[in-house]
T-cell receptor, first 111, second 112 residues
Framework: TQLLEQSPQFLSIQEGENLTVYCNSSSVFSSLQWYRQEPGEGPVLLVTVVTGGEVKKLKRLTFQFGDARKDSSLHITAAQPGDTGLYLCAGASGDRSRLTFGEGTQLTVNP | DTAVSQTPKYLVTQMGNDKSIKCEQNLGHDTMYWYKQDSKKFLKIMFSYNNKELIINETVPNRFSPKSPDKAHLNLHINSLELGDSAVYFC???????????FGPGTRLLVL
């Protein structure tokens, strides 16, 4: 069974601070996705990383896929209250339509 | 123009009852899923259908039975509801072989 561990589980910071969320596994994934889930809604895809070592930027969010495709990180610069939400990483294996989700990181950005 | 819709959004019921949750997607996707999100927010896959054919069936009690009348719909019927079934159930869809999953808004099930 493939497992994805996310850390930290909970993160509460002040507006303007930087943060990094980690997603680790002992398994290799063909790709890794990051989703954000807001209260009362379903997860929404932020990014997909496919190549080992790949870095993708989405405004103040930077996503990196580990060289060995076993881990990933999400870095947010100058966090804003609108970044508050549950961040989920999800790995796809051989069958790309099947995702294994991490446990999630609940981020709260205080004004 | 809702992409993936689920009904009902909230479901409160007594232990032992039978209930159904419905899901519809208008994205033209071939693959649909049911996930369970527990109180700790862990999202776990339950079932997946591709073009009305069951392709993923995780270790889920037999009381849960998915049904796909056509590729745009995937319903979930639960028999003899138990307290531990209380959770948020999400439907999702994706293009065949694609990776981006589009989630519905969830159905909050509370079994009393």
């Amino acid at each position: 069974t493939q497992l994805l561990e996310q850390s930290p589980q909970f993160l509460s910071i002040q507006e303007g601070e930087n943060l990094t969320v980690y997603c680790n596994s002992s398994s290799v994934f063909s790709s890794l996705q990051w989703y954000r889930q807001e209260p009362g809604e379903g997860p929404v895809l932020l990014v997909t990383v496919v190549t080992g070592g790949e870095v993708k930027k989405l405004k103040r969010l930077t996503f990196q896929f580990g060289d060995a495709r076993k881990d990933s990180s999400l870095h947010i610069t100058a966090a804003q209250p609108g970044d508050t939400g549950l961040y989920l990483c999800a790995g796809a294996s051989g069958d790309r339509s099947r995702l294994t989700f991490g446990e999630g990181t609940q981020l709260t950005v205080n004004p | 123009d809702t992409a993936v819709s689920q009904t009902p959004k909230y479901l409160v019921t007594q232990m032992g009852n039978d209930k159904s949750i419905k899901c519809e997607q208008n994205l033209g996707h071939d693959t649909m899923y049911w996930y369970k999100q527990d109180s700790k927010k862990f999202l776990k896959i339950m079932f997946s259908y591709n073009n009305k054919e069951l392709i993923i069936n995780e270790t889920v009690p037999n009381r849960f039975s998915p049904k796909s009348p056509d590729k745009a719909h995937l319903n979930l019927h639960i028999n003899s509801l138990e307290l531990g079934d209380s959770a948020v159930y999400f439907c999702a869809s994706t293009k065949r072989g694609g990776e981006t999953q589009y989630f519905g808004p969830g159905t909050r099930l509370l079994v009393l």
